[in-house]
């Protein structure tokens, strides 16, 4: 069973303006003091909970749904919201993802934009690192039009369920994200999608169609991580990592540091260096379609809320990358093996480089094209959302038109 919420523009400012009247009404103890606030979370339950002022870092799991409807509430399209059951796993079950000492289950948390007609292609959106599927807020309306948009939070991110890390190695925390994707793909009853996976989401993503390409009709990876080795690393970063600097940088990288312990680190200081990161990133540093104002708050503070909740999936890090983002089982070495049709969608100035794309389609056995989209980074959908919009129609265009390869490819976008 799954808890579902829906929700509409016009919900979602609703539950905005209760949330702000809620928080206002605090009560305070007879002497001044401020006492606990009785709220119900996310999943029905009364609890009682201190103002986010009083606590290091002030944020919880409520806040990241909060924020995930402020976000949300730009996007016109209705859609669904439910935490989306997938289990603790059978008895004596060897999959970590499922191990807990309460056996308690587990939730995915999926956004879901019903296309008005019945016969629309299903499309799958994996966020990437440090990110969740929040980060397509410019890309639901769009694409809403013309497919089932289904958007997850992938396990220990966002708003799904956070279990203790427990994976060792790197085939354990591949499985850790690929078997309860499939998990959540049998509790949705998918027989068959399209998948978009974005950075280290695309990784996932690739991983998971190789081992059920029965279900996956086109994989589209968005900026990949995961094809470069580190035997690719260039001279610079080797010489780099024989300093001091570079020493203390690797034993951090290793030792599973990651940049969400460091907001986390700096509690009620935490918001302001994300604050600074949104808008540089998207401000800026930006090259193509700029944040306004609305949506550069709402984004932060989602962000926010989502990178300072209780570490979990952030700590694959050093089981799937080496120092320098070089990936232990790199893709470009199953390419030989892979059995789906497959787009990579880059922006111009994206710092994952697609020539390990062109390196890995050398090797593919099936239809493989490689777009580059203008005017944007490695967050391309957000940077030119219309750009990357035109390149996921393009790259879907078998779905939608009867001559296919007649198509030609859309003005701004380049094939490489």
């Not at 959106?125 to 013309?146: E, I, K, T």
């Not at 609305?294 to 300072?308: F, G, W």
């Not at 100035?349 to 390196?359: L, P, R, T």
């Not at 777009?371 to 939608?400: E, K, M, T, W, Y």
Request: proline share 6%.
């Amino acid at each position: 069973m799954s808890v579902i919420r829906r929700w509409g523009r016009s919900q979602a400012k609703i539950a905005m303006a209760e949330e702000l009247r809620t928080a206002a009404a605090a009560t305070t103890t007879a002497s001044g003091g401020p006492t606990p606030i009785e709220t119900t979370s996310s999943d029905g339950r009364k609890k009682w909970t201190w103002p986010s002022l009083l606590r290091w870092i002030p944020s919880s799991t409520d806040h990241i749904i909060a924020s995930e409807k402020r976000l949300l509430s730009l996007v016109k399209t209705p859609f669904l919201v439910e935490q989306v059951n997938i289990g603790s796993g059978p008895p004596g079950s060897k999959i970590r993802w499922f191990r807990s000492a309460s056996d308690e289950n587990r939730f995915i948390n999926t956004v879901t934009f019903e296309s008005k007609d019945n016969d629309s292609p299903t499309i799958v959106m994996v966020h990437g690192y440090g990110a969740s599927q929040g980060f397509f807020f410019r890309n639901f309306d769009a694409l809403a039009r013309r497919f089932r948009v289904i958007a997850i939070d992938q396990l220990g991110w966002g708003g799904s369920s956070r279990p203790d890390f427990t994976c060792k190695s790197t085939e354990e925390t591949e499985d850790w994200f690929i078997d309860s994707l499939e998990a959540w793909r049998k509790a949705k009853n998918l027989n068959s999608f399209i998948l978009l996976g974005h950075s280290f989401g695309g990784y996932v993503a690739a991983k998971y169609a190789n081992k059920h390409p029965e279900h996956v009709q086109h994989l589209i990876l968005v900026g990949p991580a995961g094809f470069s080795a580190d035997t690719d690393m260039s001279e610079r970063l080797t010489q780099f990592k024989a300093t001091w600097k570079g020493a203390v940088l690797n034993h951090l990288w290793e030792s599973n540091f990651t940049p969400q312990k460091l907001v986390r680190g700096l509690g009620p200081w935490g918001p302001n260096l994300v604050r600074k990161y949104t808008s540089a990133r998207f401000g800026s540093y930006a090259t193509g379609e700029l944040l306004n104002e609305e949506e550069s708050k709402l984004l932060t503070d989602y962000i926010y809320h989502t990178l300072a909740a209780k570490g979990s999936g952030e700590l694959c890090l050093k089981y799937i990358f080496s120092f320098g983002a070089f990936a232990r089982k790199p893709l470009l070495h199953c390419a030989s093996e892979w059995k789906v049709p497959t787009t990579f969608i880059y922006g111009y100035n994206d710092w994952m480089s697609y020539q390990g794309a062109q390196e890995a389609r050398k090797h593919m056995k099936v239809p493989c094209e490689i777009l580059r989209v203008p005017q944007g980074g490695h967050f391309v959908f957000i940077d030119n959302p219309s750009g990357f919009h035109s390149a996921v129609f393009h790259a879907c265009r078998r779905f939608f038109s009867p001559n296919p390869d007649n198509e030609p490819l859309p003005e701004g976008l380049t094939s490489v």
